[in-house]
Each structure stands twice: as C-alpha cells, then as structure tokens.
C-alpha cells in the first residue's frame, strides 16, 4: 500500500514510523513546506526498513502523491499547554485550504485521512473543498479516545484493552461522549463484568476515567509538548483496515445527513471501514444522557463548520 503524509511534524513522523514498523505501507512518501525536515525524517525512518519491513520511504512533493491509496493530513498548528482543539481552527484551516487542491489533482482516487485538528471540522472542510464522496474523506475523530477509553477501562478491570468493546463517541475534544451504557467484554457488560470481577464502576471510578480520557492530551502537552505516538497508532490501525479490506468497526469522524436532529456535520460514531474508506455507519443504541451528550456535541461542530 502506498500511503502520503502531508505534515512531517511530531504526529506525521510518528505515523510513517508506525506504518513502516508494523508492514502496514511498502511505500511512503513525506510531503511537508519545511522539505529539510521532511528528507531527514525519511532518512532516519528509512533507517530502521532493515529492522522492520522493505518500505520504501521518501521526501517528496505533491507529484509524488500519484497512485497514493491513503493520504493523511497532520500539517498544522498543535496545542501549546493551555489550548483548546478548537483554537487552532482559523490557522489550520488557512494550511487546509493550500493543501487540498494538489492533493485531489495528483491523486484524486486517494482516500483522505485527516488528523490535523480540530479534527471534526478540518475533515468538514477537507470534504467541502475536495470535492470527493464522503466514503472516502474522514478523519481519526475519537479512535485515539476510544483507545484511551479501552485502556483505562483494561487496567481497571485487569483484563487486555483488546477484549474490551467500548466507544467514546462525538467530537475529538471536549465535548466527547464516553458510552458507558453498552460497554461489553466476554458476552458480559462492562458493569456486570466489573461488579463480578470486585471491581465496581463507582460514580468515582467512571469519574475518574472520564478525566483522563477527556483531560488525556492536556495532561502530555503538559509534559512533554505534543501528544503523537497515540495518533500515530490510530492512525496506522486505519490505514491497515483500509489496506487489507477488513470492514473493522472504528470510531472515525465523517459526514452524517444527522446527528440526534443536527444535519450534515462530521463526527465520530462506529464506523465500517475497508478499501473504499467509510463503507457504512453503525449508529449507536445510547442511553437518554448520552442521546443527549452526543446531540449537543454534534451541535457544538456544526456551530463551528458554520464558521470556516
Ligand atoms: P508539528 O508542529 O510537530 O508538525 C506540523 C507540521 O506541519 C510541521 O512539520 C510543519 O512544517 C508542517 N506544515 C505546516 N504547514 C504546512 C503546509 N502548508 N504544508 C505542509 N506541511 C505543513 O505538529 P504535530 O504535533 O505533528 O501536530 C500536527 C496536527 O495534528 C495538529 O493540528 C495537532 O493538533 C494534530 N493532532 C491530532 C491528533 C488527533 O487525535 N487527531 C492528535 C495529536 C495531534
């Protein structure tokens, strides 16, 4: 498969290691306005195919986009400590703008992946100015928050975050929606589990978990600049499903006609995909609060995408 990275910074960098690393491309290829920057990541990425996989890795330019089957988009402004998502919405929308318009003409089969944020609206606009079908402009929405759900929901319960079914849904940021109504694992649900394991989900706990999903990017920026290995991750496991055709069940954000009454805005629900990007949307069985939650998180989105 081969993949483009628009954006060779801390996320995109991370994401071509990842996808090396794990044999998810054989070919990737760096495009970023600082071209030093993108040649020596290539270079050091490259550096590890002998401890890996035989992947071709390379700086180029939007040309070399030809035949891509995945394009992701991380270029852009990141939240210094204090932030929000949405506050770097007028600068990254500037950076969309100059980056869409090459991309479809030199690999317009291209399925798009956005990452750089806020990334619900950024996907909005990718779709609105590209001019491609929905199915095949998305962005990594709350996979990253779904993980951190997972994990800490594993390492409370003692079990592996893989054997755990469980969503956060809406916008990737603060509004979100933790499911907690329909989190399973092992036929049980994640609060019969709990409670069967003597390890209740107490209005502490779930608060507790809620904090460090929702609160999770602020506290890394806090340490160490910028969260990017997580994104990285996510965004590897989607080029895998589209890669291999897998029809896996990811929470990604794409277009929806509605939301809980809102129309036409993107956010994250459980979502189909294979080779042809978002193949279908399972749309959710929620409680009475998180219907709710999800409708003033989609609502919040599309007050936003109003503005672009
Ligand atoms: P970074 O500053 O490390 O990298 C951004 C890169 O974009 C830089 O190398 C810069 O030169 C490049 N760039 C800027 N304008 C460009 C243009 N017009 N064309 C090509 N390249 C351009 O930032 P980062 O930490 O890698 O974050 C990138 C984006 O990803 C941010 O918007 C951040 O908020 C977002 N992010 C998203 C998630 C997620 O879950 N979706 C997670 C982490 C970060």
Not at 41 to 64: R, W
Not at 140 to 149: A, E, H, N, Q
Not at 249 to 260: P, Q, R
Not at 294 to 300: E, M, R, V, Y
């Amino acid at each position: 498969m081969k993949v483009g990275i628009i954006g060779v910074g801390a996320v995109g960098s991370a994401t071509a290691f990842a996808l090396v690393m794990r044999g998810v491309a054989d070919e990737v290829v760096l495009i970023d306005s600082n071209q030093k920057k993108a040649e020596a990541e290539a270079l050091d990425i490259s550096h590890a195919t002998t401890f890996a996989y035989a992947s071709k890795i390379y700086a180029g330019n939007y040309t070399d986009l030809k035949n891509a089957q995945v394009v992701i988009i991380t270029a852009g402004a990141n939240q210094k400590p204090g932030e929000t998502r949405i506050d770097l919405m007028a600068r990254n929308t500037t950076i969309l703008q100059s980056i869409i318009k090459p991309l479809v003409q030199n690999a317009p089969d291209a399925i798009i992946v956005m990452a750089s944020n806020p990334v619900d609206i950024m996907t909005d606009l990718a779709l609105k100015l590209s001019g491609l079908p929905k199915n095949r402009v998305f962005g990594s929405g709350t996979i990253l928050d779904t993980s951190r759900f997972k994990t800490l929901l594993g390492e409370h319960l003692g079990l592996s975050s893989k054997s755990i079914h469980a969503y956060v849904l809406g916008e990737h940021g603060d509004s979100e929606v933790l499911i907690w109504s329909n989190g399973d694992a092992g036929t049980l649900s994640v609060e019969d589990l709990a409670k069967d394991l003597h390890r209740p989900l107490t209005p502490e706990v779930k608060a507790q978990i809620d904090d460090n999903v929702r609160n999770a990017a602020y506290k890394i920026i806090e340490g160490k600049g910028a969260t990017y290995y997580g994104i990285a991750g996510g965004l590897c496991r989607i080029c895998q499903a589209i890669s291999a055709n897998e029809n896996a069940i990811l929470t990604v954000s794409s277009f929806h006609e509605d939301v809980e009454g809102v129309k036409n805005v993107c956010v994250s629900l459980p979502s189909v995909i294979n080779q042809n990007g978002v193949e279908c949307v399972i749309y959710p069985h929620l409680s009475a609060e998180e219907h709710e939650l999800l409708k003033i998180s989609a609502q919040k989105m599309k007050d936003y995408s109003e503005q672009e």
